[in-house]
C-alpha cells in the first residue's frame, strides 16, 4: 500500500515526533499508532527498546455486539489467520511489518482461496508490545483491501528466449501485450477465460496482430485468387506450407520507414460489426463523425481554447471571457455522439433565457444609443453525461441565452459533469471511493463541532487585490498557481505586515485534515491524513527604523500533496492522497518609488501553489552492488557510455540493414589495419626497395 511505499517520509516523522497528549516523553510507543491499510503490507515503528518485548497480532479484536474493541491480552503469536507479524529490532526504533499471505486475485467460476467480491478483506487488527504480562503499547490497523481485478495468475521471473525471427515468429499472438492478465479483444491471448472471450469474441483483432501470423499470401497455390489471376498463375505459383512464409520477420526489418503525420481525427481499429468497444477514463469523447467533441476549456497558461476534447469522467468548470468581435459558436448541438457501442445519441438541449446579465457582463463601455449592436450568443452551456461502466447512456445539455452588445465584455461558463447511471437524486453513486482527476480535494476540520473544512486557492478577478479576490477548491490532480496583489503602506509596521499576510494566506485552509479518499467519512479518523503545517520563519531582523522595507515576509504558501495508485475498480485507478504538507515562502518587500514619490501606497504580490507528486504504491527495487561499483559503465547515468562504443556493429542497432552496418565497419577496420601497418619503421624499408 502507500504507507508501506513511504517510509523516508514516516522516518521524517519519526524525528519530528511529540509525546502524544497525557503520555510521558521516553514511554514506548508505536508510531504511527493507527493505520488504515489498502494493501498487502504495512509497516510501523515501535519507539523504545525492544529488548524482552514480545511482540504479538490479533485479529478481529472488536466485539459482535458493541462494536467495542476487546480487551487486549499478551497471549498471542506473531500470526494469526492469513497475517504475518515480523519485527526487525533496532537500537531505540524497531519496524514492525504486518503482511498479508493470502492471494487478491478474484474468483473464478469454481475456484477456491480467492475473492468472491471486489472488496476483498474488511478487517480489524492489532500488534500489541507487551514485556510479561504487561502490555507496553499497541497499534491498531483497520484493513480495507480491494482485489486485484486485472491479474489472472502468476508472473514467472524466468528470462524470455526470444527465438530468431528469420526462422519462427516472433510471437504466436502479437495482441498478447499485458503479462498475466487478458487484453480485450485479443482472442488467440491464452489467459483470457471462455467467459471473457464472449464478451468480445464477434470483435476480434484481425490480421497479424490479432494472432494470424501465418495468413495465407497470393503466391501461395492453395489460396486460388479469384480476382485478376493471370492464366500463367498455376505455373508459377509456390507449393509450400504454412511454416515457410514471407511473413516470417514481419516486424523486424532494419530499414529506417517514413514516419506518418498524424490526423486531427482520431484513429479508431474498428472491424465490421461493433467498430468501437467502450470509453476508459481519459478517453476523448467522439462524434458520428470520428472527430473530437469539443467544449471550450482553459489551457495551462490560462486562455480558453475553443476546440478542446472532452475527456471521459473528466468534469470541468470554466470561465471564458469574450467580447461580440472575438465571439465564436461552438460545435453545433446537432452532432450526434458515439456511445462507445458503434451507436450513436442525440444531445438532449434545453434552451433558456438569461433574466439577470450582471453576473456574466464585466465591463461595458458608454456608447450612444443608436450606434450599439446587439446580438443574440450563447452565455452558458451545462452538459451532464449519464454512463455506465463504459459506454455513455445519455447526454442532457442546458443552454442559457442573452444579448451581448458592442463594447460589452462577457463571461461565459461552461461545465461538463459525469453522472453515474445508478446516481439518485442527481447525487452520484460511484463505486470507486479513490479520487478522480478534476474533483475537488475534500478537506475537515476534524477539532471544531461542524467537520466541514475548505482546501482553496484564490480566483483573482477585477484589478487583482486581495480585498476583491475571491476563491475557488483545490482540484485533485491539477497542479495550480494563483496570487494577488496587497497593498502596502510605506509606514506599514513590519510585525503587522508579516501577521496580515500570515492570516491571509492562512483564510485559503480552513481545515486540519485531508481525506484520504473521495468517500472520506467524518465520523472515521482513518480516513483522514492530518495536515502537516511548516510555520513561516519568525524574523527578529531589526530595520533600524527604516520606513517601506521589511525582511522575511511570508508571501508564498506552497501546498505539496503526495498521493499514489494503491489499486484499481472496473479498469479506474484508485487513488489515494498519504500525506499533505504545507510550508511558507519569505520575500524581502521594499516600497517601490513612483514618479516623484507622490503615493505612500506600494505593493506586494502573495501567491499560493498547489502541487501534486505521485509516488509508487510499492517501493522501488533498491541499487544492487555492482551498480554502486560499477557506476561509470551505467549508460544511463553517464554521457559516454563505453558497453556501447561498438554498437552500430551489433544487431541491436536498426538505424539501417545489418548488412551494411557491417560492411562500413570491416572497411573501417580495413583502413585501421593499413594506417598501423604502413606506420611501421620495416614498412619503409620494405618500399624503399
Same mark, same amino acid.
Given at each position: 500500500?502507500?504507507? @508501506?511505499?513511504? *517510509?523516508?517520509?514516516? %522516518?521524517?516523522? =519519526? /524525528?519530528?515526533? &511529540?509525546?502524544?497528549?497525557?503520555?510521558?516523553?521516553?514511554?514506548?510507543?508505536?508510531?504511527?499508532?493507527?493505520?488504515?491499510?489498502?494493501?498487502?503490507?504495512?509497516?510501523?515503528?515501535?519507539?523504545?527498546?525492544?529488548?524482552?518485548?514480545?511482540?504479538?497480532?490479533?485479529?478481529?479484536?472488536?466485539?459482535?455486539?458493541?462494536?467495542?474493541?476487546?480487551?487486549?491480552?499478551?497471549?498471542?503469536?506473531?500470526?494469526?489467520?492469513?497475517?504475518?507479524?515480523?519485527?526487525?529490532?533496532?537500537?531505540?526504533?524497531?519496524?514492525?511489518?504486518?503482511?498479508?499471505?493470502?492471494?487478491?486475485?478474484?474468483?473464478?467460476?469454481?475456484?477456491?482461496?480467492?475473492?468472491?467480491?471486489?472488496?476483498?478483506?474488511?478487517?480489524?487488527?492489532?500488534?500489541? @508490545?507487551?514485556? *510479561?504480562?504487561?502490555? %507496553?503499547?499497541? =497499534? /491498531?490497523?483497520? &484493513?480495507?483491501?480491494?482485489?486485484?481485478?486485472?491479474?489472472?495468475?502468476?508472473?514467472?521471473?524466468?528470462?524470455?528466449?526470444?527465438?530468431?525471427?528469420?526462422?519462427?515468429?516472433?510471437?504466436?499472438?502479437?495482441?498478447?501485450?499485458?503479462?498475466?492478465?487478458?487484453?480485450?479483444?485479443?482472442?488467440?491471448?491464452?489467459?483470457?477465460?471462455?467467459?471473457?472471450?464472449?464478451?468480445?469474441?464477434?470483435?476480434?483483432?484481425?490480421g497479424v496482430f490479432g494472432g494470424d501470423v501465418n495468413p495465407p499470401y497470393d503466391q501461395l497455390c492453395s489460396s486460388q485468387p479469384m480476382e485478376y489471376t493471370p492464366e500463367w498463375f498455376p505455373f508459377l505459383c509456390v507449393q509450400s506450407s504454412l511454416d515457410n512464409t514471407p511473413f516470417l520477420g514481419y516486424f523486424y526489418h532494419g530499414s529506417i520507414s517514413t514516419p506518418k503525420v498524424p490526423s486531427f481525427k482520431i484513429p479508431l481499429q474498428t472491424s465490421p460489426g461493433k467498430p468501437f468497444t467502450g470509453y476508459r477514463e481519459g478517453d476523448p469523447i467522439v462524434t458520428e463523425e470520428d472527430e473530437y467533441f469539443t467544449v471550450p476549456q482553459q489551457s495551462m497558461a490560462g486562455q480558453c481554447v475553443g476546440n478542446a476534447p472532452v475527456a471521459y469522467l473528466h468534469n470541468f468548470d470554466v470561465k471564458c471571457l469574450t467580447s461580440l468581435e472575438s465571439y465564436?459558436?461552438?460545435?453545433?448541438?446537432?452532432?450526434?455522439?458515439?456511445?462507445?457501442?458503434?451507436?450513436?445519441?442525440?444531445?438532449?438541449?434545453?434552451?433558456?433565457?438569461?433574466?439577470?446579465?450582471?453576473?456574466?457582463?464585466?465591463?461595458?463601455?458608454?456608447?450612444?444609443?443608436?450606434?450599439?449592436?446587439?446580438?443574440?450568443?450563447?452565455?452558458?452551456?451545462?452538459?451532464?453525461?449519464?454512463?455506465?461502466?463504459?459506454?455513455?447512456?445519455?447526454?442532457?445539455?442546458?443552454?442559457?441565452?442573452?444579448?451581448?452588445?458592442?463594447?460589452?465584455?462577457?463571461?461565459?461558463?461552461?461545465?461538463?459533469?459525469?453522472?453515474?447511471?445508478?446516481?439518485?437524486?442527481?447525487?452520484?453513486?460511484?463505486?470507486?471511493?479513490?479520487?478522480?482527476?478534476?474533483?475537488?480535494?475534500?478537506?475537515?476540520?476534524?477539532?471544531?463541532?461542524?467537520?466541514?473544512?475548505?482546501?482553496?486557492?484564490?480566483?483573482?478577478?477585477?484589478?487583482?487585490?486581495?480585498?476583491?479576490?475571491?476563491?475557488?477548491?483545490?482540484?485533485?490532480?491539477?497542479?495550480?498557481?494563483?496570487?494577488?496583489?496587497?497593498?502596502?503602506?510605506?509606514?506599514?509596521?513590519?510585525?503587522?505586515?508579516?501577521?496580515?499576510?500570515?492570516?491571509?494566506?492562512?483564510?485559503?485552509?480552513?481545515?486540519?485534515?485531508?481525506?484520504?479518499?473521495?468517500?472520506?467519512?467524518?465520523?472515521?479518523?482513518?480516513?483522514?491524513?492530518?495536515?502537516?503545517?511548516?510555520?513561516?520563519?519568525?524574523?527578529?531582523?531589526?530595520?533600524?527604523?527604516?520606513?517601506?522595507?521589511?525582511?522575511?515576509?511570508?508571501?508564498?504558501?506552497?501546498?505539496?500533496?503526495?498521493?499514489?495508485?494503491?489499486?484499481?475498480?472496473?479498469?479506474?485507478?484508485?487513488?489515494?492522497?498519504?500525506?499533505?504538507?504545507?510550508?511558507?515562502?519569505?520575500?524581502?518587500?521594499?516600497?517601490?518609488?513612483?514618479?516623484?514619490?507622490?503615493?505612500?501606497?506600494?505593493?506586494?504580490?502573495?501567491?499560493?501553489?498547489?502541487?501534486?507528486?505521485?509516488?509508487?504504491?510499492?517501493?522501488?527495487?533498491?541499487?544492487?552492488?555492482?551498480?554502486?561499483?560499477?557506476?561509470?559503465?551505467?549508460?544511463?547515468?553517464?554521457?559516454?557510455?563505453?558497453?556501447?562504443?561498438?554498437?552500430?556493429?551489433?544487431?541491436?542497432?536498426?538505424?539501417?540493414?545489418?548488412?551494411?552496418?557491417?560492411?562500413?565497419?570491416?572497411?573501417?577496420?580495413?583502413?585501421?589495419?593499413?594506417?598501423?601497418?604502413?606506420?611501421?619503421?620495416?614498412?619503409?624499408?620494405?618500399?624503399?626497395?
Amino acid at each position: 500500500m502507500g504507507a @508501506a511505499g513511504f *517510509g523516508a517520509l514516516l %522516518l521524517l516523522l =519519526l /524525528l519530528r515526533a &511529540a509525546p502524544c497528549p497525557g503520555q510521558p516523553a521516553g514511554d514506548t510507543v508505536f508510531q504511527p499508532s493507527f493505520i488504515h491499510m489498502s494493501g498487502p503490507r504495512v509497516n510501523s515503528f515501535f519507539l523504545g527498546n525492544s529488548s524482552g518485548v514480545n511482540f504479538s497480532i490479533i485479529l478481529s479484536p472488536r466485539d459482535a455486539e458493541t462494536g467495542k474493541l476487546q480487551l487486549a491480552n499478551c497471549s498471542g503469536s506473531q500470526r494469526a489467520g492469513d497475517w504475518n507479524l515480523d519485527v526487525t529490532p533496532g537500537v531505540n526504533i524497531s519496524k514492525v511489518t504486518v503482511s498479508l499471505s493470502r492471494s487478491l486475485e478474484l474468483c473464478l467460476p469454481n475456484a477456491t482461496e480467492c475473492c468472491p467480491s471486489p472488496l476483498c478483506m474488511v478487517e480489524t487488527l492489532q500488534v500489541l @508490545a507487551c514485556h *510479561g504480562s504487561v502490555m %507496553l503499547a499497541q =497499534l /491498531l490497523i483497520q &484493513a480495507e483491501i480491494f482485489a486485484n481485478s486485472s491479474f489472472a495468475g502468476n508472473v514467472s521471473e524466468n528470462a524470455t528466449i526470444i527465438p530468431n525471427q528469420a526462422f519462427k515468429p516472433l510471437g504466436s499472438c502479437p495482441c498478447n501485450l499485458t503479462a498475466g492478465a487478458c487484453d480485450v479483444r485479443c482472442c488467440c491471448d491464452l489467459e483470457c477465460t471462455p467467459d471473457f472471450q464472449q464478451l468480445f469474441s464477434g470483435s476480434c483483432f484481425p490480421g497479424v496482430f490479432g494472432g494470424d501470423v501465418n495468413p495465407p499470401y497470393d503466391q501461395l497455390c492453395s489460396s486460388q485468387p479469384m480476382e485478376y489471376t493471370p492464366e500463367w498463375f498455376p505455373f508459377l505459383c509456390v507449393q509450400s506450407s504454412l511454416d515457410n512464409t514471407p511473413f516470417l520477420g514481419y516486424f523486424y526489418h532494419g530499414s529506417i520507414s517514413t514516419p506518418k503525420v498524424p490526423s486531427f481525427k482520431i484513429p479508431l481499429q474498428t472491424s465490421p460489426g461493433k467498430p468501437f468497444t467502450g470509453y476508459r477514463e481519459g478517453d476523448p469523447i467522439v462524434t458520428e463523425e470520428d472527430e473530437y467533441f469539443t467544449v471550450p476549456q482553459q489551457s495551462m497558461a490560462g486562455q480558453c481554447v475553443g476546440n478542446a476534447p472532452v475527456a471521459y469522467l473528466h468534469n470541468f468548470d470554466v470561465k471564458c471571457l469574450t467580447s461580440l468581435e472575438s465571439y465564436k459558436e461552438g460545435l453545433p448541438h446537432s452532432v450526434r455522439i458515439n456511445s462507445g457501442t458503434a451507436d450513436f445519441i442525440q444531445q438532449n438541449v434545453v434552451y433558456r433565457a438569461i433574466t439577470d446579465r450582471s453576473k456574466f457582463i464585466t465591463e461595458s463601455e458608454d456608447l450612444l444609443a443608436a450606434e450599439v449592436l446587439c446580438q443574440n450568443v450563447t452565455f452558458a452551456e451545462h452538459y451532464k453525461f449519464i454512463w455506465k461502466d463504459m459506454n455513455i447512456e445519455q447526454v442532457n445539455v442546458t443552454v442559457f441565452l442573452g444579448s451581448l452588445c458592442d463594447g460589452e465584455i462577457l463571461t461565459q461558463r461552461f461545465t461538463v459533469e459525469f453522472l453515474s447511471l445508478n446516481s439518485a437524486h442527481g447525487e452520484e453513486l460511484f463505486e470507486n471511493p479513490g479520487y478522480q482527476v478534476g474533483k475537488p480535494v475534500k478537506a475537515a476540520n476534524l477539532n471544531a463541532s461542524d467537520p466541514l473544512g475548505s482546501l482553496n486557492i484564490w480566483q483573482p478577478a477585477g484589478r487583482g487585490l486581495c480585498a476583491s479576490a475571491a476563491d475557488r477548491p483545490v482540484l485533485f490532480g491539477v497542479d495550480s498557481y494563483s496570487g494577488c496583489i496587497l497593498e502596502v503602506d510605506i509606514n506599514e509596521d513590519c510585525s503587522f505586515l508579516r501577521g496580515n499576510v500570515t492570516e491571509k494566506l492562512n483564510a485559503l485552509i480552513q481545515a486540519t485534515h485531508i481525506g484520504k479518499r473521495d468517500n472520506s467519512s467524518y465520523t472515521d479518523l482513518s480516513d483522514w491524513v492530518e495536515i502537516i503545517r511548516l510555520d513561516p520563519f519568525s524574523s527578529n531582523v531589526s530595520t533600524g527604523g527604516l520606513k517601506g522595507f521589511c525582511p522575511d515576509i511570508p508571501a508564498n504558501l506552497n501546498i505539496h500533496i503526495i498521493f499514489a495508485k494503491v489499486g484499481a475498480v472496473q479498469g479506474i485507478p484508485l487513488q489515494e492522497i498519504l500525506a499533505v504538507q504545507i510550508s511558507y515562502s519569505t520575500v524581502l518587500w521594499q516600497f517601490q518609488c513612483g514618479l516623484g514619490c507622490r503615493n505612500t501606497l506600494s505593493f506586494l504580490p502573495i501567491t499560493a501553489s498547489v502541487q501534486f507528486i505521485e509516488v509508487p504504491a510499492q517501493p522501488p527495487p533498491p541499487v544492487t552492488r555492482y551498480q554502486k561499483i560499477y557506476a561509470e559503465f551505467d549508460c544511463n547515468q553517464n554521457e559516454v557510455c563505453w558497453p556501447q562504443l561498438l554498437y552500430p556493429l551489433t544487431r541491436f542497432y536498426t538505424g539501417e540493414p545489418y548488412s551494411q552496418c557491417l560492411a562500413k565497419g570491416l572497411f573501417l577496420a580495413f583502413l585501421v589495419l593499413l594506417a598501423t601497418v604502413m606506420s611501421n619503421p620495416w614498412f619503409s624499408k620494405l618500399w624503399s626497395r
